[in-house]
């Protein structure tokens, strides 16, 4: 089975930048649509951003403006760039695709 694994995550202080990564174990992302998702502790888990496996991309309101999702296929490697990050921004970040969940990776963001 194709397992994902994210990572990049930490604590920043808002107004910081953190890059998220999600490494597939298969070359799975230019066949199938992912996301990036998150989980707030108390909250349901919303979607953050997603890529097509043409490259067609789609951000939350929430996020759009300050994260840029990319793409390296010779990695199998998606990428979530975000920017002027604030409290509200803490949360597990997950990747999803085809089926299938990463374990996540912790964003914090305080003061």
């Known amino acids: 089975q194709v397992q994902l694994v994210e990572s990049g995550g930490g604590s920043v202080q808002p107004g910081g930048s953190l890059r998220l990564s999600c490494v597939a174990s298969e070359n799975i992302f230019r066949l199938n649509a992912m996301g990036w998702y998150r989980q707030a502790p108390g909250k349901q888990r919303e979607f953050v951003a997603g890529?097509?496996?043409?490259?067609?991309?789609n951000y939350a309101d929430s996020v759009k403006g300050r994260s840029t999702i990319s793409r390296d296929n010779a990695k199998n490697t998606v990428y979530l760039q975000m920017n002027s990050l604030k409290p509200e921004d803490t949360a597990v970040y997950l990747c999803?695709?085809?089926?299938?969940w990463g374990q996540g990776t912790q964003v914090t963001v305080s003061s």
């Open positions: 890529m097509s496996s043409i490259g067609s991309i």
């Open positions: 999803y695709c085809s089926g299938v």
